[in-house]
């Protein structure tokens, strides 16, 4: 049997990230691992794209690729950028491990015209759950750590997340919850269903002022 | 131009339009040694120029005519190579005020019919780049593919960047820095007082008189070759194992494997390079300060640049460590440049560019293929007319 080769089939979370970026723009993509929504972006929508990496061989692996990459991390080496540098800069899944993710938030919404954010939402039912009945820090797929050895420092649910936006003056032009069998729907007309069976959240944001 | 792939030659540059250095002087139909390996394209977008550091030259992958031994980046320049002869047309130029046939204290100076000696004017890394300048105008060279170097090598990479953005595609400056350090200064200047305090130096006027400063130039050499080595790589070459002998001799012969590896590379070294030299470019590297040309701001060198760069350092160099690398990115990220950036993990120190560092090359070779691809090198076919 002759499989098709195709090397730009990505994760659905950052098939929905990479659905929101229009063709040809610019993206900075802050956490970009091993650069594969990158690659996919840079192949199939043709964008000039950048990335920041933390760990050295995320960056390596992104650079043999071809990929423009840096090794750097959200929280130090945002502020080099100047303003509006990017249409886009993407955090994805990253925002609950920042040191300040405020400062962050506000980085992004500098450097970039718009910025796409995706998080675990800690008010899903099953992270309720864990704390309300058993008692324990939760642990699901997606946050897969033991309380002391996450990388994860600065949790929220999609309300919260919503309520800092508001208080930043940030503009929600979109948003979705996904479960956990990964089904997407839109937060925006059901904020508390989404943010009790979302396993995770992504948002779509733009400057108020602009 | 030469078919020949290892073509080397000498031109005379500044016949017409003389080179106006920094210092002021003017060089007028000066010489300019060169190698080129490879082939150009008929578009001539397959150029890349090398940089070489402080102790290099032109002869990168070929024998050297001096010492015999191979080029000092052999290992990267060749057919299926990093540096790939088979695709691309690869120059390296001896740079000015060096001593392998470019313009410095020991050629001749045409006024006089005599050595320049400390006549010759005092040089910098941007002089070295308009040189090269005027060698790719010679070549019929508009624009280069890339700028690749390490030490000294990147300054001129980032010189070029600064000041000729537009005939610049990608620039690789490696194990490099943006100015040099009080720490990077000092070291020079113990070289620089090695040779000078050497009685066969006379004022510099050595050539003339007959003699040459060989004790302070190996002393120079034998000090800097400290810098590029890290403590972890000279104690697993070295450690304190004994030279040729069961024991110490409670004396001052070189006991000890370390010295007599720094005594050798030192007396190796006065061979294929001249003291004066060695003072010339060690000053150019000193008075190197992109940042203070910029009013402080390093970015405003870089703005507007469409360059795509790949900035390379080395966890053990503590000659041009990582951080100084990272300005050149921080700097570069404010202007919204295109760079990669990697710290490849080696505990080579500085000299790990010249050595096997898979790592390194993996990430350059993926660097300059993505590169090639945008900048839609025409899939590496040769001229026809070649």
């Known amino acids: ?210 | 131009m030469e078919n020949d792939p290892e073509a080397h030659a000498n031109v005379f540059l500044g016949g017409q339009r003389p080179l106006r250095l920094e210092c002021g002087v003017e060089l007028k139909n000066f010489p300019v040694g060169y190698q080129t390996y490879g082939k150009l394209n008929t578009e001539k977008s397959n150029a890349i120029l090398v940089c070489h550091a402080l102790s290099g030259d032109q002869y990168i992958a070929n024998t050297h005519p001096l010492t015999g031994k191979l080029g000092w980046w052999e290992l990267a320049v060749g057919p299926g190579k990093l540096l790939d002869t088979d695709k691309y047309f690869i120059i390296c130029s001896n740079i000015l005020g060096g001593c392998m046939g470019t313009a410095g204290p020991r050629e001749i100076n045409p006024d006089t019919g005599k050595c320049w000696g400390l006549d010759f004017p005092v040089i910098t890394i941007r002089d070295m780049v308009h040189a090269q300048a005027m060698l790719l105008d010679h070549l019929q060279i508009e624009t280069l593919f890339c700028a690749i170097g390490g030490s000294m090598g990147g300054m001129q990479v980032l010189e070029w960047a600064a000041t000729y953005p537009e005939r610049l595609c990608t620039a690789v400056p490696i194990a490099s820095a943006s100015h040099h350090s009080a720490q990077n200064i000092a070291f020079d200047e113990v070289g620089r007082q090695a040779i000078m305090a050497d009685p066969d130096w006379r004022g510099g006027n050595y050539q003339e008189e007959g003699t040459m400063p060989y004790r302070g130039l190996a002393i120079a050499r034998m000090i800097a070759h400290i810098t590029y080595l890290s403590e972890p790589s000279l104690q697993r070459k070295f450690g304190r194992r004994l030279q040729d002998r069961p024991a110490v001799t409670f004396g001052f012969d070189a006991d000890f494997q370390v010295e007599s590896y720094l005594r050798h590379q030192g007396s190796t070294f006065v061979d294929r390079f001249d003291a004066n030299s060695y003072l010339y470019i060690t000053r150019a590297m000193d008075y190197f300060d992109l940042e203070e040309r910029y009013n402080g701001v390093l970015g405003d060198a870089f703005r507007n640049t469409k360059t795509r760069f790949c900035v390379i350092s080395f966890s053990s160099d503590w000659l041009y460590p990582t951080v100084e690398s990272r300005r050149i990115v921080h700097a570069l990220n404010s202007v919204a440049a295109n760079v990669s950036f990697a710290e490849i993990e080696s505990d080579n120190g500085h000299d790990a560019f010249l050595l096997e560092e898979p790592e390194f090359w993996r990430v350059l070779s993926g660097f300059m293929d993505g590169a090639a691809e945008h900048f839609g090198l025409p899939n590496y076919t040769l001229s026809k007319t070649d």
């Open chain 1, 1 to 210: 049997m002759v499989i098709e080769k195709d090397r730009r089939v990505i994760r659905i979370d950052l098939q929905l990230i990479a659905d929101m970026v229009v063709p040809g723009s610019r993206v900075l993509d802050v956490g970009c691992g091993d650069g594969s929504l990158l690659d996919y972006l840079l192949h199939e929508k043709n964008v000039d794209g950048r990335g920041i990496e933390l760990s050295m061989d995320g960056v390596n692996a992104c650079v043999s690729q071809g990929l423009s990459v840096i090794q750097g991390d959200a929280d130090k080496d945002l502020f080099n950028y100047p303003n509006s540098a990017f249409d886009y800069v993407i955090l994805s899944q990253t925002l609950q491990a920042t040191m300040a993710p405020r400062e962050v938030l506000e980085n992004l919404m500098r450097i970039g015209k718009r910025a796409i954010v995706s998080f675990p939402n800690f008010g899903y039912w099953r992270v309720r759950a864990s704390l309300a009945l058993r008692g324990c820090m939760p642990r699901t797929k997606t946050l897969p750590h033991e309380w002391y050895d996450t990388p994860n420092i600065h949790f929220c649910t999609i309300q919260d997340f919503v309520r800092l936006c508001n208080n930043l003056e940030i503009n929600i032009e979109k948003s979705l919850a996904m479960n956990s069998r990964r089904l997407v729907s839109a937060i925006g007309s059901r904020p508390f269903a989404a943010n009790l069976m979302g396993e995770q959240a992504l948002f779509l944001l733009k400057r108020n002022s602009d």
